[in-house]
């Protein structure tokens, strides 16, 4: 007999899930889709059922000098309006679903859900976004790409609950946010980028790219980040052709109903030339 409990505070949430598996639900806007069932009967869940998304002591925007603390479970409508909220992260939340998902659904739903086409991932790979994942006896501080290992494969244990994002502050002179989707709203990424810039008296001090849907996960590549630091902007520029060379190496996308291999692959490179003609 499947269980389904409603823990009444974060304390209870995680001795449930130290207990027995359970599949934890905060918007249920990813799980209810996966486990539907056939016309007019409801989601078929075959595994304990914990949900979390009336935990209210996760749910804030907390900032300091360094860093944004996002709790789990705030819904990304209100991380859209929240004035703490990077604009990077804004702007890739506005084009996900509609108002009436993004009412419930959550940046954890998002992160351990693993999809390659997850578009809230692209921006919190750029930022460098830490998951704080809970259970009774520890606390675990992981970045992103430390938890997400695979398309829905995650680090995260069974009793563990992420409860908290949090954001480091890096005061950017440019950021870029591109959606390539089938539609205006409610589209899955065809194809998704990040990118920002550090510049200071024309010189580049930090330059990040990231891309969704086009590898297995999030890509985003330190090592060709750091060629391309402290150098001025037009010998960035002026690396365009090895740039994009670098960046080819990495797309490996895939083949399905949304789109093909060899479109992913040009669209991608175009969106990183695009954006650094734009510095
Ligand atoms: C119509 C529609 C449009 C959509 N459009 C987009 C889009 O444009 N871009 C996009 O990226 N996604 C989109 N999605 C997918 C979905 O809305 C997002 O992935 C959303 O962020 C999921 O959040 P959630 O809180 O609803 O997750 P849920 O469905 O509740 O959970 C998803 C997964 O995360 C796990 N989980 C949730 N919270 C926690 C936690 N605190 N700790 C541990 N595990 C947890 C669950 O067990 C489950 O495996 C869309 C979905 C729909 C139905």
Redesign the pocket.
Same mark, same amino acid.
């Given at each position: 007999m499947v269980k389904q409990i409603i823990p009444k505070n974060l304390k209870e949430a995680i001795t449930y899930l130290n207990q027995e598996d359970y599949?934890?639900?905060? !918007? !249920?806007? @990813? %799980?209810?889709?996966q486990k539907r069932n056939t016309a007019d009967l409801p989601p078929l869940f075959n595994t304990n059922i914990l949900y &979390?998304?009336n935990l209210d002591e996760l749910k804030y925007v907390i900032k300091d000098e360094t860093k944004i603390r996002i709790g789990? #479970?705030t819904s %990304?409508e209100t991380l859209l309006h929240h004035p703490d909220v990077p604009q990077l992260l804004k702007d890739v939340i506005i084009? #996900? $679903? /509609?108002p009436g =998902?993004r009412n419930? &659904?959550? %940046? $954890? !739903?998002? =992160? $351990?859900?693993a /999809?390659p &086409? !997850? @578009?809230?991932l692209v921006a919190l790979y750029l930022m460098d976004a830490i998951v704080v994942l809970s259970s009774l006896n520890q606390e675990r501080q992981i970045p992103i790409s430390k938890v997400i290992l695979g398309p829905r494969k995650t680090s =995260?244990a069974k009793n563990? %609950? =992420?409860?908290e994002i949090i954001l480091p502050i890096h005061n950017f002179s440019q950021t870029s946010w591109v959606k390539v989707?089938g539609r205006r709203a @409610?589209?899955? /990424?065809k194809v998704s980028f990040a990118g920002a810039v550090k510049i200071n008296s024309g010189t580049v001090i930090d330059i990040r790219i990231a891309l969704g849907a086009i590898f297995m996960t999030v890509v985003r590549n330190l090592e060709i980040e750091n060629r391309y630091k402290n150098i001025s902007v037009q010998e960035l520029k002026d690396n365009m052709q090895q740039i994009l060379n670098d960046y080819q190496k990495l797309i490996k996308p895939i083949d399905d109903q949304r789109s093909n291999k060899i479109y992913r692959s040009q669209v991608a490179l175009n969106l990183i030339e695009d954006f650094i003609r734009k510095i």
């Amino acid at each position: 007999m499947v269980k389904q409990i409603i823990p009444k505070n974060l304390k209870e949430a995680i001795t449930y899930l130290n207990q027995e598996d359970y599949q934890v639900i905060a !918007g !249920g806007t @990813d %799980l209810m889709i996966q486990k539907r069932n056939t016309a007019d009967l409801p989601p078929l869940f075959n595994t304990n059922i914990l949900y &979390a998304f009336n935990l209210d002591e996760l749910k804030y925007v907390i900032k300091d000098e360094t860093k944004i603390r996002i709790g789990s #479970m705030t819904s %990304l409508e209100t991380l859209l309006h929240h004035p703490d909220v990077p604009q990077l992260l804004k702007d890739v939340i506005i084009e #996900m $679903a /509609s108002p009436g =998902i993004r009412n419930v &659904a959550t %940046l $954890a !739903g998002n =992160i $351990a859900n693993a /999809s390659p &086409a !997850g @578009d809230s991932l692209v921006a919190l790979y750029l930022m460098d976004a830490i998951v704080v994942l809970s259970s009774l006896n520890q606390e675990r501080q992981i970045p992103i790409s430390k938890v997400i290992l695979g398309p829905r494969k995650t680090s =995260i244990a069974k009793n563990e %609950l =992420i409860t908290e994002i949090i954001l480091p502050i890096h005061n950017f002179s440019q950021t870029s946010w591109v959606k390539v989707g089938g539609r205006r709203a @409610d589209a899955i /990424s065809k194809v998704s980028f990040a990118g920002a810039v550090k510049i200071n008296s024309g010189t580049v001090i930090d330059i990040r790219i990231a891309l969704g849907a086009i590898f297995m996960t999030v890509v985003r590549n330190l090592e060709i980040e750091n060629r391309y630091k402290n150098i001025s902007v037009q010998e960035l520029k002026d690396n365009m052709q090895q740039i994009l060379n670098d960046y080819q190496k990495l797309i490996k996308p895939i083949d399905d109903q949304r789109s093909n291999k060899i479109y992913r692959s040009q669209v991608a490179l175009n969106l990183i030339e695009d954006f650094i003609r734009k510095i």
